[in-house]
């Protein structure tokens, strides 16, 4: 059974600090994708990135980047420099290849100015 | 490039009404995955395709739930006799391929009084 935890539920910050989004996985295969997804209040899910399980190295976009450590099972986020913008639910989400996602509960990020 | 469209975007229906919405998905992405999120939880997988095929079914989805995708386009899903537990915000993704990632449309936000 494949599982993915977000512990943090809602994380409230003020603009310009920094924040990570913890994510925690579970599952048996060996090759499996993780994603990250925004949620604004909209509702729309907006992709923001995928790793696959063979590819452990870190990414930067921008003011996002991703640490993804296998040995802990973890798909971290992390903003820099937060901005009002980035107020939304952020989905971890966890994929076997070919199959739906998993996601975890949300973490819901508000920023206040 | 037009995303993943859903209709309708809300849908307000008195309990044991029949409702069917509507995905279409980004043009020539050939599976097509239905989500279910309620309030304050991540979204979970109920159906998809690949191209007509319905290939999976989560056990979420009990027999009032259809899902249709006839021409290999657009996907239906109907409730029939809808229930209060029925209210969610249902959501749609596309993607090609067995490692693309999935891109969602903005959801039908139900709700059964």
């Known amino acids: 059974a494949q599982k993915v935890t977000q512990a943090q539920t809602e994380i409230s910050v003020v603009e310009k600090e920094d924040v990570t989004l913890d994510c925690v996985y579970e599952?048996?295969?060996?090759?499996?994708?993780l994603f990250w997804y925004k949620q604004p209040p909209s509702g729309e899910l907006v992709f923001l990135i995928r790793r696959n399980s063979f590819d452990e190295q870190n990414e930067i976009s921008g003011r996002y980047s991703w640490n993804f450590q296998k040995s802990t099972s973890s798909f971290n986020f992390t903003i820099t420099a937060s901005q009002v913008v980035d107020s939304a639910v952020y989905f971890c989400a966890l994929r076997r290849a070919g199959n739906m996602l998993t996601f975890g509960g949300g973490t819901r990020l508000m920023v206040k100015p | 490039d037009t995303g993943v469209s859903q209709d309708p975007r809300h849908k307000i229906t008195k309990r044991g009404q029949n409702v069917t919405f509507r995905c279409d998905p980004i043009?020539?992405?050939?599976?097509l995955y239905w989500y279910r999120q309620t309030l304050g939880q991540g979204p979970e997988f109920l159906t998809y395709f690949q191209n007509e095929a319905q290939l999976e079914k989560s056990r979420l989805l009990s027999d009032r739930f259809s899902a249709e995708r006839p021409k290999g386009s657009f996907s239906t899903l109907e409730i029939q006799r809808t229930e209060q537990g029925d209210s969610a915000m249902y959501l749609c993704a596309s993607t090609v391929g067995l490692q693309e990632t999935q891109y969602f449309g903005p959801g039908t936000r139900l709700l059964v009084l």
């Open positions: 043009s020539e992405h050939n599976r």
């Open positions: 599952t048996r295969d060996t090759t499996y994708y």
